[in-house]
């Protein structure tokens, strides 16, 4: 069974740069069959959809963000990560890391980590 | 973006009482391979997000067989025949045919 586990840091100053990591287990980032997604949700508001990388490194960035985010895969490590640069309180948000099956839905969720953009 | 608008955006419901979601999309979600790209998404108190029904009506493995699916181009439902206690929490319909995905604001259902 997939699990998918975030980490980093719960507290950025604002317009310093938000890094995450996710690391997966019972499955390989190396899959041609999925995609690895982050979708955040600000609190107590809805779901929005940040992108996802393929193991071949292609990625896909929503275009509201797609100035500051970078999704990244590590094989070795059996990880994805995501930076989020020039946050601002607005960034402030749960971040969930997911498995994207074809065509293209979110399977397995991480837990979710939240990070607060304050000084 | 492709819109998806969710009613109602809560819901109050008796146990064994039936409820009813619905999701309209600003454009179709029919591809052209002949599959319709939305999903409904429960999100328990605390918990993350978890894939109910894909692709219109088929529930996703392990999904009881209360939850049901159905519509077509922009219109969609999603329905609980029997409402139990552990169906509470904020279910998100959303679409995947047009890049950004997106979701639908959440409709809370609570117990009575």
Same mark, same amino acid.
């Given at each position: 069974q997939v699990q998918l586990q975030e980490s980093g840091p719960g507290l950025v100053k604002p317009s310093e740069t938000l890094s995450l990591t996710c690391t997966v287990s019972g499955a390989s980032v190396s899959s041609g069959s999925y995609q690895w997604s982050w979708i955040r949700q600000p609190p107590g508001k809805g779901l929005e959809w940040i992108g996802y990388i393929y193991y071949s490194e292609s990625t896909n960035y929503n275009p509201s963000l797609k100035s500051r985010v970078t999704i990244s895969v590590d094989t070795s490590k059996n990880q994805f990560s995501l930076k989020l640069s020039s *946050?601002? #309180? #607005?960034?402030?948000a749960v971040y969930f890391c997911a498995r994207t099956d074809r065509p293209y839905y979110f399977d397995s969720w991480g837990q979710g980590k939240l990070v607060t953009v304050s000084s | 973006d492709l819109v998806m608008t969710q009613t109602p955006l809560s819901l109050s419901v008796t146990p064994g009482q039936p409820a009813s979601i619905s999701c309209k999309s600003s454009q179709s979600l029919l591809y052209s391979d002949g599959k319709t790209y939305i999903y409904w998404y429960l999100q328990k108190p605390g918990q993350s997000p978890q894939l109910l029904?894909?692709? *219109?009506?088929n529930r996703f493995s392990?999904?009881?067989?209360r939850f049901s699916g159905s519509g077509s181009g922009t219109d969609f439902t999603l329905k609980i025949s029997r409402v139990e206690a552990e169906d509470v929490g904020v279910y998100y319909c959303m679409q995947s045919i047009q890049l950004p995905w997106t979701f639908g604001q959440g409709t809370k259902v609570e117990i009575k």
């Open positions: *946050v601002t #309180a #607005a960034d402030t | 029904i894909y692709e *219109v009506s392990g999904v009881p067989d």
